[in-house]
C-alpha cells in the first residue's frame, strides 16, 4: 500500500529534473545506501556480539567462582567432621590431650588449605595446629597440667615439640565465641567473618559440636580459613582490563575482591582492624558497582536469584552480574562480577572510523561517474524525445542515431521500426472495424435466439441491449436513463414473497459490474395482471486487463419449479412435527432415567459414607485412615516434605467405663472426637479413631512445632469440657495423652515407621504420668 505513493512521488520529482541530475542523484544515493547500510549493520552486529561476549563471559566467572567456593569452602568442614568421626569411633582419645600433638600435626600438614585446626573437649582441654607461611607448624596444648595456660610449641620436621614459644594465660575455650556458637547450634556452623590476629587476612571458622551416643557434649572441632585465598583466586581470572569481580556478605561487606585490595582496614588510634564495606572501599568501580546495587534493590537481602544488569559509570556502561552462594552451614553470599563495555569496544570504533573513510571516497568516485555517464546517456536520448514529438505531429521521415551499437543504438532502430508499424497499424484498423461490425451484427442474430432472456449492461451499470424474450418477461426492453441504484424501480423487480423492492446492490447484473458471477431464484417481476418468478445469473465480462467491462444477465420463468417446492416444504413442515413430538417423549424417558442414576449414586455415596465412618464418633474410621495416610506418604515422599502423625488416648477409660458405664463412655468418646474434629481446619488434614479410646490425626505437610502446637491446643479444648472422672490419678476431669512424630517420608521407610514413632511417643506421654505432650522424630 505504501510503495505505489512512493513510487508517484519519486516520478513526479524526478520527472521535474534533467536527465543527467537524475543519473547522477541514481549513482550517488545507491553508493551512499549501500556504504550506510553496511557500516549501520557492522555496528549493530558488533553491538549484539558484544552484548551476548558479556553475558557468557559473566555467566562462567560467577560459574568459576561459585564452583571454587563450594570446594574450598567445604575442607573445614570435612576435617571437623573426620576428627568428631574419630572420636566416636574410639581413635582419638580425647582424655589424654597431649598425645593428639602428632595427629593434629599431621593432618595440617595434609590439609593445606586449612589455615588452623583445633580440638576443645567439654572438660576444658584444648589442641591446635597451625601451620605458618614459613612452612614451620606450631602446637597450641591447654589441660590439666597446664593450670589454665595455653602452651605454643615450637616443632621440628618430625611433629615433635620441641620448646615452648609463648604462653596465654587464663584461656578458656568454652567461653570463645566459636566454641560458644556450635553448642547453641548443636550442629556444624560458620563464625563472624573476623580478621587473623597477625593482620594479614580475614578468617572464617568452622565449628562442629561432637556428642557421643546419649547426646552428651564431648568436645566441639573448629578449623579456620583464610579468605585472602579466595582474593588470589578472584585475582587469576581473566576478566579483561578494568573488569573486576567481588565477593559481599547480604550487609554489603567485603569478602574477598580481585582488585587486590584488602577487605579489612585499620581504625585509629588503635589500630584495629575492622572488616569493610564495599560502598567504602578504594577502589571506584567496587564503590561505585555496590552504590548502584544498594539503590536497585534497596536492601541486597531482596536479591534472589541469578540476575543480569547494567548500569552507567563515568559516561561508560558497565555490564554486572550478581548471583546469591549458600552453602548447607549458613554462609550467605553474593558473587557480583563486572565487565566495563569500553574494553569491547575499541574493535568496533576503528570498523565504525575505517567505514566511514570508505564512505566518503565511494562518494566522490561515485559523481565523478555519474557526471560522466548521465552525459554519455543523455544526449541521444534528448535526440530520440525531439523525433518522438516530430513523430506525434504526423512526420514520419525522421533521422535517428540508428548507427550506435549500444542500447541507445538499439532503442533508435527500434523507435524507426515502431513508425514503420504504425502506419501499417492505421491501414490494419480500418479493415478490423469494418470485421467488428460484422461480427456483432451476427451475435445479436444468436442472442436472438436464445430460450433465455438476455440483458447486457455496460461497466457504468446502464442497460444496452435486450433481446425479444427478456424484453417479454420483464415487461420492457432497453432504458438507456437507467442507473444501477434505480433497476429494480425501473424494472419491478421485487423480493420474492414480498411487497420490498429488490435490494439493488443484490441485483446479479450489478454485482457483475463487480467482478461476481451470481445466481438467485428470489426475484419476482410484477407486472399489472401477474408475478413471475425468475431465476436469474449475472457473470461479468472481463477485457485483456481484467477489467468489467460489460454484465450479462441471462434470466427464465421459474413458476412450475417454484409451486413444486412449495409442495415439497409442506411435506418437511409435517415431517418436523412428528420429529419434535418424538424428542418430546425422549426427553422424558431421559429424565427418568436420569432421575433413577441420581438415586443410585446418592445411595452408593451413603454407602462409602458407612464405610469410611466411625458409628460411634462419626469421623473418619481405622479403614480410611489407613488409606489417607498411605496416599499422603506417597505424595510427600515424592515431594520431600514433612508428615506429622498424633495419636492421642483418653487416660484411665477403662476405669471410667467402670464407674459411669459404657453409656457414658460412648458419649464421652463422642465429645473428645468433636474436639479433635474442630481442632484442625486444613481440608488435609484428617481425624480418626484408631481403635477404642485412641484416636489419630494426620497432619500433611506440617512440621513438628505444627503438630505439637495442634497437640496442645485439643488438650485445652479437652480441659475445657470438663467431663467428670473420679478415677483418675490424674485430674478430676478427662484428660489425654498424646504421642506426635514427625518426618519426611523417605523411599526405604513405610507409613508403619511414623505409626510407630508416635505409638512410642505416647507410651513414653503415659509412662511420664499421662495428660503429656511427647514428641518423636
Known amino acids: 500500500m505504501t510503495i505505489r505513493p512512493i513510487s508517484f512521488l519519486v516520478t513526479k520529482m524526478s520527472g521535474q529534473l534533467p536527465l543527467r541530475t537524475v543519473l547522477i542523484l541514481a549513482f550517488v544515493s545507491q553508493i551512499l545506501v549501500a556504504v550506510g547500510l553496511t557500516g549501520w549493520l557492522t555496528f549493530r552486529n558488533g553491538q549484539t556480539a558484544i552484548n551476548d561476549l558479556a553475558t557468557r563471559l559473566r555467566q562462567e566467572i560467577t560459574q568459576r567462582v561459585s564452583q571454587h567456593l563450594k570446594t574450598y569452602l567445604a575442607m573445614p568442614h570435612l576435617v571437623n567432621q573426620n576428627n568428631a568421626d574419630a572420636i566416636r569411633l574410639g581413635l582419638l582419645d580425647i582424655t589424654r ?142 576478566l579483561g582490563k578494568q573488569g573486576q569481580t567481588f565477593i559481599l556478605e547480604r550487609v ?35 564503590r561505585a558497582t555496590a552504590t548502584y546495587l544498594l539503590q536497585h534493590f534497596g536492601n541486597l537481602n531482596q536479591v534472589h536469584l541469578n540476575e543480569q544488569l547494567d548500569f552507567i559509570f563515568q559516561d561508560q556502561r558497565h555490564f554486572l552480574q550478581i548471583v546469591p552462594f549458600q552453602d548447607p552451614f549458613g554462609l550467605d553470599w553474593l558473587i557480583v562480577v563486572v565487565l566495563p563495555e569500553s574494553d569491547f569496544m575499541a574493535i568496533i570504533q576503528a570498523n565504525t572510523r575505517a567505514t566511514l573513510i570508505l564512505c566518503c571516497i565511494t562518494l566522490i568516485l561515485a559523481i565523478l561517474s555519474g557526471m560522466i555517464t548521465a552525459q554519455w546517456i543523455a544526449h541521444p536520448l534528448h535526440r530520440l524525445s525531439q523525433a518522438a514529438q516530430q513523430l506525434a505531429n504526423g512526420q514520419w521521415n525522421q533521422s535517428l542515431p540508428t548507427s550506435r551499437q549500444d542500447e541507445i543504438g538499439n532503442l533508435a532502430n527500434s523507435f524507426q521500426q515502431m513508425a514503420e508499424q504504425l502506419q501499417l497499424s492505421f491501414r490494419a484498423l480500418e479493415k478490423n472495424n469494418a470485421r467488428l461490425r460484422e461480427n456483432e451484427q451476427k451475435l445479436i442474430q444468436f442472442l436472438e435466439a436464445m430460450p433465455v432472456g438476455v440483458f447486457v449492461f455496460e461497466s457504468n451499470g446502464r442497460p444496452h441491449y435486450a433481446n425479444r424474450l427478456a424484453q417479454q418477461l420483464v415487461g420492457k426492453g432497453v432504458i438507456s436513463e437507467a442507473t444501477p441504484d434505480h433497476l429494480s424501480e425501473i424494472y419491478q423487480a421485487y423480493l420474492a414473497g414480498t411487497p420490498h423492492l429488490y435490494p439493488s446492490h443484490r441485483l446479479p447484473g450489478v454485482r457483475a459490474l463487480w467482478g461476481e458471477s451470481t445466481q438467485v431464484d428470489d426475484i419476482e417481476v410484477h407486472h399489472s395482471d401477474k408475478i413471475i418468478p425468475l431465476e436469474v445469473r449475472g457473470t461479468p465480462i472481463f477485457d485483456d486487463t481484467g477489467q468489467v467491462i460489460y454484465a450479462l444477465v441471462a434470466f427464465q420463468d421459474i413458476t412450475d419449479r417454484k409451486q413444486a417446492q412449495a409442495s415439497q416444504i409442506r411435506f418437511t413442515q409435517e415431517l418436523a412435527k412428528l420429529n419434535r413430538q418424538l424428542e418430546e417423549h425422549s426427553k422424558i424417558l431421559e429424565q427418568k ?124 479444648k479437652v480441659q475445657q469440657l470438663q467431663i467428670p472422672h473420679a478415677q483418675s490419678t490424674v485430674s478430676h476431669y478427662v484428660t489425654l495423652s498424646f504421642g506426635i512424630a514427625s518426618l519426611v517420608p523417605q523411599p526405604l521407610t513405610s507409613p508403619e515407621t511414623l505409626i510407630n514413632l508416635a505409638d512410642h511417643a505416647l507410651y513414653e506421654a503415659k509412662r511420664q504420668g499421662r495428660n503429656q505432650i511427647v514428641l518423636k522424630s
Open 97 to 238: 590431650i597431649r598425645t593428639l600433638d602428632r595427629y593434629f600435626y599431621q593432618q595440617a600438614q595434609n590439609f593445606q588449605s586449612v589455615n588452623y585446626l583445633g580440638l576443645a573437649t567439654a572438660q576444658g582441654n584444648y589442641i591446635g595446629a597451625q601451620r605458618r607461611e614459613n612452612g614451620s607448624t606450631i602446637i597450641q596444648i591447654l589441660d590439666n597440667t597446664a593450670t589454665g595456660t595455653l602452651e605454643t610449641w615450637e616443632t621440628d620436621n618430625q611433629g615433635n615439640r620441641t620448646h615452648i614459644s609463648e604462653r596465654q594465660p587464663h584461656y578458656i575455650p568454652s567461653q570463645r565465641p566459636w566454641y560458644q556458637a556450635a553448642v547453641m547450634a548443636k550442629q556444624p556452623v560458620w563464625s563472624d567473618i573476623y580478621v587473623y590476629f597477625s593482620g594479614l587476612s580475614t578468617t572464617l571458622s568452622a565449628n562442629q559440636p561432637v556428642y557421643d551416643h546419649h547426646g552428651q557434649l564431648l568436645a566441639v572441632a573448629t578449623a579456620d580459613l583464610t579468605l585472602w585465598e579466595i582474593s588470589k583466586f578472584l585475582n587469576q581470572l581473566d
Open 252 to 286: 554489603g561487606r567485603l569478602v574477598a575482591t580481585s582488585t587486590g585490595e584488602k577487605p579489612y582496614r585499620k581504625i585509629p588510634p588503635l589500630q584495629q582492624p575492622q572488616q569493610l564495606h564495599a560502598t567504602d572501599s578504594q577502589n571506584r568501580i567496587t
Open 593 to 716: 432415567v436420569l432421575e433413577r442414576t441420581a438415586a443410585l449414586e446418592k445411595a452408593n455415596q451413603e454407602l462409602l459414607t458407612l464405610a469410611r465412618s466411625d458409628g460411634l464418633t462419626q469421623i473418619a474410621n481405622r479403614r480410611h485412615f489407613d488409606e489417607v495416610l498411605r496416599l499422603e506418604w506417597n505424595v510427600l515422599r515424592r515431594e520431600k516434605l514433612p508428615l506429622s502423625l498424633i495419636l492421642c488416648d483418653v487416660d484411665y477409660f477403662k476405669r471410667y467405663n467402670d464407674t459411669y458405664g459404657h453409656p457414658a463412655g460412648d458419649e464421652c468418646l463422642r465429645q473428645v472426637a468433636q474436639v479433635l474434629r474442630h481442632s484442625v481446619r486444613r481440608p488435609a488434614d484428617l481425624v480418626a479413631r484408631y481403635g477404642g479410646e485412641e484416636f489419630v490425626v494426620t497432619l500433611p505437610n506440617t512440621s513438628a512445632e505444627g503438630a505439637i502446637h495442634i497437640a496442645t491446643e485439643i488438650q485445652k
